[in-house]
């Protein structure tokens, strides 16, 4: 079956760096765009970057525009979010997804078919 696999995440002051990874088994992943995605306590699963299945196309929520950066490795079946600068607002758990549609619906969760499980990012003030 699918599998997406989170890694990296972990405890990070304010202005520091967690680079993220997902590792997908189980479907050829170099057909798919790949999103990130992230929620925080009370609040919905926002969109945070996707890139396409080549990986010449990228995506980036506003707030993490000029911080985040999505990379993939198709050779590898893995999908990374470099993140910089981090603030006390980033704090969230963190998913991976795989898209089953259209570049169109990037941003948009029902529109991916795989999740992973989510690791937790906390930023400390």
């Known amino acids: 079956q699918v599998q997406l696999v989170e890694s990296g995440g972990g405890l990070v002051q304010a202005g520091g760096s967690l680079r993220l990874s997902c590792v997908a088994s189980?479907?050829?992943?170099?057909?798919?765009?790949m999103g990130w995605f992230r929620q925080a306590p009370g609040n919905e699963r926002d969109f945070v970057a996707a890139i396409i299945w080549t990986g010449g196309t990228t995506s980036y929520a506003d707030f993490v525009k000029g911080r985040f950066t999505i990379s993939r490795d198709n050779a590898k079946n893995t999908v990374t979010l470099q993140m910089n600068s981090l603030k006390p607002e980033d704090t969230a758990v963190y998913y991976c997804?795989?898209?089953?549609?259209?570049?169109?619906?990037?941003?948009?969760?029902?529109?991916?078919?795989?999740w992973g499980q989510g690791t937790q990012v906390t930023v400390s003030s």
């Open positions: 997804a795989a898209l089953a549609g259209a570049w169109a619906g990037r941003n948009r969760t029902e529109y991916y078919a795989y």
């Open positions: 189980g479907l050829t992943f170099s057909y798919y765009t």
